[in-house]
């Protein structure tokens, strides 16, 4: 059984010890659909303050819904469309303060304010993106994207392949 504590004093530690914590959730296991959903269950244990995390994969070139904690979500998203299609299309962190005033924002959840989208980038291909939401608008900083960007980072290997996965079952 894993029982991580993570209880820090500020956001870059709480964000060091999440990031420790799943690496080493993760060490060893190939499967990266296990290895999302436990980093998507860890991520909704650790940080406060949020009502959706979980990843979509790149399959084929349209994001389609892995691992998640929370409320049911949109199964398929174009690259383009939305935030999280935003941050797949241009391979950059999409940071919204408030998405009902984003272009184009698909509202899976309309308790959902903010959101933090970050690309997952094996090389320089994209296998998903790793997604927040929040009801509190602007509960994401840049203290936030440095951190997930750095989750993304360090376990892009282990969530790797996913573009090669089957879409059904």
């Given at each position: 059984?894993?029982?991580?504590?993570?209880?820090?004093?500020?956001?870059?530690?709480?964000?060091?010890?999440?990031?420790?914590?799943?690496?080493?959730?993760?060490?060893?296991?190939?499967?990266?659909?296990?290895?999302?959903?436990?980093?998507?269950?860890?991520?909704?244990?650790?940080?406060?303050?949020?009502?959706?995390?979980?990843?979509?994969?790149?399959?084929?070139?349209?994001?389609?819904?892995?691992?998640?904690?929370?409320?049911?979500?949109?199964?398929?998203?174009?690259?383009?469309?939305?935030?999280?299609?935003?941050?797949?299309?241009?391979?950059?962190?999409?940071?919204?303060?408030?998405?009902?005033?984003f272009p184009g924002h698909i509202a899976c959840d309309a308790a959902s304010r903010a959101e933090l989208v970050v690309p997952i980038l094996v090389g320089c291909a994209l296998v998903g993106v790793?997604?927040?939401?929040?009801?509190?608008?602007?509960?994401?900083?840049?203290?936030?994207?440095?951190?997930?960007?750095?989750?993304?980072?360090?376990?892009?290997?282990?969530?790797?392949?996913?573009?090669?996965?089957?879409?059904?079952?």
């Amino acid at each position: 059984m894993y029982d991580f504590k993570i209880d820090a004093a500020d956001k870059a530690s709480l964000y060091r010890e999440l990031i420790d914590a799943a690496d080493a959730l993760t060490a060893g296991e190939p499967d990266p659909i296990a290895n999302m959903a436990n980093v998507a269950a860890l991520i909704w244990e650790a940080l406060p303050d949020l009502n959706w995390v979980g990843f979509y994969r790149n399959v084929g070139g349209e994001l389609v819904l892995g691992p998640f904690q929370g409320r049911p979500a949109c199964i398929r998203i174009p690259f383009g469309r939305g935030v999280c299609g935003a941050a797949a299309a241009t391979l950059e962190p999409q940071c919204v303060d408030d998405v009902h005033a984003f272009p184009g924002h698909i509202a899976c959840d309309a308790a959902s304010r903010a959101e933090l989208v970050v690309p997952i980038l094996v090389g320089c291909a994209l296998v998903g993106v790793l997604d927040l939401d929040s009801p509190t608008p602007g509960r994401f900083d840049k203290e936030d994207e440095r951190g997930c960007l750095e989750l993304a980072q360090r376990l892009s290997g282990r969530l790797g392949g996913m573009e090669k996965m089957p879409a059904e079952g």
